[in-house]
């Protein structure tokens, strides 16, 4: 119990426990990282509670004393973007360590991964050129992965809606050109995640067939449904040719345009380049089953975040409630049966190595996993959970979902686990890989872009989606798979 | 079918929509109230379709050309903020009716309602006083209908977390100085809105409660979890001294600054007064029943808002998807059996005069209603409907719940319909009262705040709720209670 808390209530003017919830954040807005007052004595779990009770104690734990909202604070505004590869990656790195062992975990360590090093380089510039030279600047941005310009590529522009269109173009009206991919999201689809799947392939993939036909360069429709100026980036198969993001308002411009005027020119200018690979570390923060301390629950977020902002929801978010699962567990009074992971994995955004190397270390060690979550979709309001796992696996767990009704957390379905915690699949085999499932109608406006920032996550939903994860966790350790 | 959209799909080039409904889109910008371009020609539902397929309808008809956010877009930008009796009040009545028209309604009529004019004037200061009389200026807001202070008003402050607790301290404790009512929300409540309720009394009647031991003032803690510098304004009875909000923030330093100094002063200069009673009006628009004409599904929300931001997610959101619902209906091709009307009711904030007035002629036309919708808890991502309805009710409304799922809406119980069309409860009496709920996780962050405006709006969170309110309505017109 807080200190102020406790002068409050002998007081006798307090009813409930919120004014020093509000000192506790005034004390960690001026010293952002530093030891809080003592946490409050774990109640050890003398008799056995329900499991409802037992979600109620760690939901009212997140909501009352979450740490999730202060953490991620420093994390976006004192650490900030940390591409793989970065300084600020590296600050990152000892940020979830100094984090993890704030929060007396049994065991923190690093494991050594390298990583690729790409940099955006200081000029980015894209220009719609028309009659005598007149030009248009419009936002774009590099992807991640794409090679320079060299100086200003100037190059005609042919629009396609897809790698069939881009096939049937004769060479002419390709080669020499940049290829504008410009089908833009389904915006009838009700799950943007879905939008995002039937789109990518043009980011991800557009520079290299554009490259096959002879084209100078690839422009690429943003990844989102929004209407705006910023240009979201994101991974690009290594190419030949430059990859680039118009914003979306910028492609519907430049599609207005070249109809108007087909004859137009596109100008481009990159600085980014591809250093050599960078030594970095996933951190893994361990507490240790009492019973079946062999049997291994990972839950995770990733580290890196691509360079345009703060990796607020992608995926500082996943990291700090990563953490604070396993924190809230022990702070509300558990002990775990099985072995509980937070893994803050590097390199998900262009690599996957964090991913790959931890899945690889599983396999050599001989491990046992029962169970994988990731949280990488952001830090909106819960919903639920995605499963990978055979029909039985999957009942079992959807048997659980009336204990998250109360908390809108209950949506629990076959779904998709997660980039990072996939490759555990081929070796280790969890029998279930779980995606953290929280609404996503506002994550693509913000994906990937200069707008993923500290101050588009809300507390509340933070705390109550860290808390969810945890009583997952709760539930996973206690009966198994 | 928007014009562009038949030009470059004449020319091979389109697979899907939006690039016609992000150049509608830039029509709005341009000029905001204009016509649209004809309305897509409503196919008329020759041959009957499910209701899974009524609803995929519907829905698609809201995310690909939705106009609740240019709607929304207009109504807080161009007019903005319009508490009840205020010049905006009457443009946002003129704006309701246009908008109906556009839409083309069968008949688009006012109903007049005599509301109340409480004005905020300029000066609204707060400062707690010390040593010297050296002060520190915190953020508050006068409460709506308070009186004014009259000048500088300077008294002690006694804290108080309750109305019990203000009962037993001695009148010498109270007399001459400020009631400070500083019990917070309950954190631990998963559904803020409890937490509201919980917390709402002291705004509501803390003055007249102070009053009555002599105090010469109310201040009330901001109700709302978040810890911010945006005092809450809202609602009081009547009182003979002035009440007003802190910020959360504030209401922190002064409890702090009053335990290190208890004689510490405070200092409250309110300007606000209450003018006669204005004339104003509902707004009403109605789809005939082709089959049931006589009977009425209402849906609605308010039209005025408070005075300190643009009344968005409070009730912006709730009048632009009342009109939208109707609108979908019509657009994707339904005839509804039974009559519809959308109502955008005044005077929700300080009086609901707009609702009473509305059930009053309601009965005075011996109506029959079958149901009544109110959204009026903001814009967010839908989650589905509470009811105010007998248990056979319900239960019919629940058992559509599965066709909601796909739109993350089926979470359809007992629970609250709304302050506009709870007086439709006492006459006409409908089967069902029936509240359209949102995710309310971020609501109380900007409830009767300055911060309630367009930019926290997210444009299919606010389309996917239109779009379910008229899935209702389209199940409640078909099949009746």
Not at 245 to 265: G, I, V
Request: charged share 25%.
């Amino acid at each position: 119990m807080r200190t102020s808390l406790s002068i409050l209530l002998a007081a006798g003017l307090l009813l409930a426990a919120p004014a020093g919830h509000a000192q506790v954040r005034k004390k960690a807005k001026a010293k952002p990282a530093a030891a809080r007052p003592a946490t409050p004595t774990p109640e050890v779990a003398s008799a056995p509670v329900s499991d409802s009770v037992a979600l109620r104690k760690i939901f009212n734990e997140a909501l009352l004393r979450g740490e999730s909202y202060d953490n991620l604070r420093y994390l976006t505004g004192n650490i900030g973007a940390r591409l793989s590869g970065s300084p600020q990656a590296q600050l990152a790195v000892e940020w979830g360590k100094a984090t993890m062992e704030k929060a007396k975990f049994d065991r923190v360590y690093l494991q050594e991964v390298m990583v690729p090093h790409w940099v955006r380089g200081s000029k980015e510039r894209g220009e719609i050129v028309g009659n005598k030279d007149k030009g248009v600047k419009v936002p774009v941005c590099a992807l991640g992965g794409s090679v320079g310009t060299g100086g200003k590529l100037k190059a005609g522009v042919v629009e396609v809606h897809s790698f069939d269109e881009l096939k049937n173009l004769p060479d002419a009206a390709v080669k020499g050109k940049f290829v504008f991919f410009n089908r833009p999201f389904d915006d009838a689809l009700i799950e943007p995640g879905a939008a995002y799947g039937g789109a990518v392939e043009q980011r991800a993939l557009g520079a290299v067939e554009a490259a096959k036909r002879g084209a100078v360069g690839a422009l690429v429709r943003s990844m989102t449904s929004a209407r705006d100026d910023n240009p979201h980036t994101g991974t690009m198969r290594p190419a030949a040719i430059p990859g680039a993001a118009l914003s979306t308002n910028a492609a519907d411009r430049l599609s207005l345009l070249l109809k108007a005027s087909p004859e137009l020119q596109f100008e481009l200018e990159l600085e980014c380049i591809t250093l050599p690979d960078e030594k970095s570390y996933n951190v893994v923060g361990e507490i240790r089953g009492s019973k079946y301390p062999n049997e291994i629950i990972t839950v995770g977020g990733h580290l890196d975040s691509w360079d345009l902002a703060q990796g607020a929801h992608d995926d500082g978010t996943g990291c700090v409630q990563s953490i604070e699962a396993l924190r809230l567990l022990r702070a509300a009074g558990f002990k775990p049966e099985r072995t509980l992971r937070a893994v803050l994995f590097m390199n998900e955004e262009n690599g996957n190595r964090g991913g790959t190397e931890y899945a690889r270390l599983a396999a050599e060690n001989k491990e046992t996993h029962v169970a994988a979550i990731e949280s990488d979709g952001g830090g909106f309001t819960p919903r639920g959970f995605g499963l990978e796992a055979d029909a039985a696996t999957l009942a079992k767990v959807v048997k659980w979902a009336p204990l998250f009704k109360p908390y809108n957390a209950d949506d629990i379905t076959a779904g998709h686990g997660g980039t990072d915690i996939g490759p555990l699949k081929e070796g280790v085999h969890p029998k279930a890989l779980i995606g953290y499932k929280c609404d996503s109608q506002r994550y693509f406006d913000i994906h990937h872009t200069a707008a993923d920032t500290f101050d588009k996550v809300n507390r509340r939903e933070l705390e109550l989606g860290g808390a969810s994860m945890a009583a997952l966790i709760y539930l996973l350790s206690k009966y198994g798979l």
